[in-house]
């Protein structure tokens, strides 16, 4: 869902989880040091006031994403729909 979210565009971490939903921000920020550690995504401050963190797809997880909306595009004709 990280991924999916930042293939729209660079978003700071109050965005991704307003946009995610239902994910604590250990949670979620443990996961984003994972896919930064993986070099799917960047992670980038900027000095304020107030200072900003903003994270982005790298090239190598930009490579990801055909292959993510494969796998959405399965489950959604695969699986049942949530609250089924």
């Known amino acids: 869902m990280i991924l999916g979210q ?4 660079p978003a700071g971490f109050s965005d991704l989880s307003r946009a995610i939903g239902g994910i604590s921000d250990s949670v979620l920020s443990g996961r984003l040091a994972d896919l930064a550690a993986g070099g799917l995504i960047d992670r980038t401050v ?3 006031p ?5 994270y982005q797809l790298t090239e190598r997880g930009e490579a990801l994403m055909p292959a993510l909306e494969q796998i959405a595009a399965w489950a959604r004709e695969n699986l049942p729909a949530a609250g089924s």
């Open 50 to 54: 107030p200072l900003a963190v903003t």
């Open 46 to 48: 900027s000095e304020g």
């Open 6 to 9: 930042l293939s729209d565009g």
